[in-house]
């Protein structure tokens, strides 16, 4: 096993899981992209509830059962990728928030 470590950038995308990019989940849209773009990775995170610009509340509970839960994209790599992948996101991202952070990357690769 390897270890990569360094400086990079968490890029954080806050969306609606029923938010959509030419007919497919946005979600879905972004990952694709981004590795496409050749960026280290991305994980989709679904919330359980949350509430956005509007301030709709969208949540799991069984009583109150929504189609469009928070979902939250998060891609790290390295400052200068995930720089060059912004203008793509503003375009795919209409509604939602994007947070960026400088972060602390310790990563652990299978060899081969």
Do not use: C
């Not at 029923?18 to 979600?27: A, F, K, M, Q, V």
């Not at 849209?29 to 709709?56: K, N, Q, W, Y």
């Not at 400052?79 to 990563?107: C, F």
Request: aromatic share 4%; no cysteine; hydrophobic share 45%.
């Amino acid at each position: 096993m390897t270890r990569m470590q360094g400086e990079g950038k968490l890029l954080r995308i806050f969306i609606g899981e029923s938010d959509t990019w030419h007919g497919r989940p946005l979600y879905e849209a972004i990952v694709a992209r981004v590795r496409e773009e050749g960026l280290a990775g991305a994980t989709v995170l679904r919330g359980i509830e949350g509430f956005g610009a509007h301030s709709r509340i969208h949540s799991s509970r069984i009583l109150r059962l929504s189609e469009d839960l928070p979902v939250v994209v998060e891609i790290v790599d390295t400052a200068e990728n995930v720089d060059r992948v912004l203008p793509l996101l503003d375009e795919m991202v209409s509604e939602g928030m994007v947070t960026l952070e400088r972060v602390e990357v310790i990563a652990y690769r299978a060899p081969g």
